[in-house]
């Protein structure tokens, strides 16, 4: 199954923003939306924000995600060494009737 | 408080068979489509199976067709998968969950003779 495009590493210095981005085609993002995950090294993964902005609660409002076309985007303001992690995006795909992830990003607060 | 909570992993050999248990609570666990998704050792998630709300609908990624199973019991609030035909590259962490809202902690099969 094919699968979602993000960069494999950012960095950025503290108290910095952070755009992390995540490209899909028609049956998968641009369709269905994108939500994000953290995951710490050897923690499971927790939901950031799901179907493009709906932040559950609990997530800081550090936290914006957003998509335009087939492209979704994970904004992180104010980093905090804690925001040091790997960050995934999924999306259903309507064609494969699966859901896709991204390879994962890796963030690097300076 | 939700959670998931995840059973079952463990060493098997190649050719052998495992079920993971993942007994949920803190939602309405029926309401929900349910997933299993893995991660090999440094890498990054691959999505597994999906079942829908009531297991009348399921599907795979063509990795584990016709050897994994995935099932749910609506009345134990627990989801199922059942593993056969195990190869070493099937060794990772397995987690359950909705994708979207929660997660499991996951459990590590490892395939290994």
Not at chain 2, 41 to 58: A, F, Q
Request: charged share 15%; glycine share 12%.
């Amino acid at each position: 199954q094919a699968g979602l495009t993000q960069p494999p590493s950012v960095s950025k210095g503290l108290r910095q923003t952070a755009t992390l981005t995540c490209t899909g085609n028609s049956n998968n993002v641009g369709n269905q939306g994108a939500g994000w995950l953290q995951q710490h090294q050897g923690h499971p993964p927790k939901v950031l924000s799901y179907r493009n902005n709906n932040r559950p609660s609990g997530i800081s409002e550090r936290f914006s995600a957003s998509r335009s076309g087939n492209t979704a985007s994970l904004t992180i303001t104010g980093l905090q060494p804690e925001d040091e992690a790997d960050y995934y995006c999924s999306a259903w795909d309507s064609s494969l009737n699966s859901v896709v992830f991204g390879g994962g990003t890796k963030l690097t607060v300076l | 408080e939700v959670q998931l909570v995840q059973s079952g992993g463990g060493l098997v050999q190649p050719g052998g068979s495992l079920r993971l248990s993942c007994a949920a609570s803190g939602f309405t666990f029926s309401d929900y489509w349910m997933h299993w998704v893995r991660q090999s050792p440094g890498k990054g998630l691959v999505w597994v199976s999906r079942i829908n709300t009531d297991g009348s609908g399921t599907s795979y990624a063509d990795s584990v067709k016709g050897r994994f199973t995935i099932s749910r019991d609506n009345a134990k609030n627990t989801l199922y998968l059942q593993m056969n035909s195990l190869r070493d590259e099937d060794t990772a962490v397995y987690y359950c969950g909705s994708i979207y809202d929660y997660w499991g902690q996951g459990v590590l099969v490892t395939v290994s003779s």
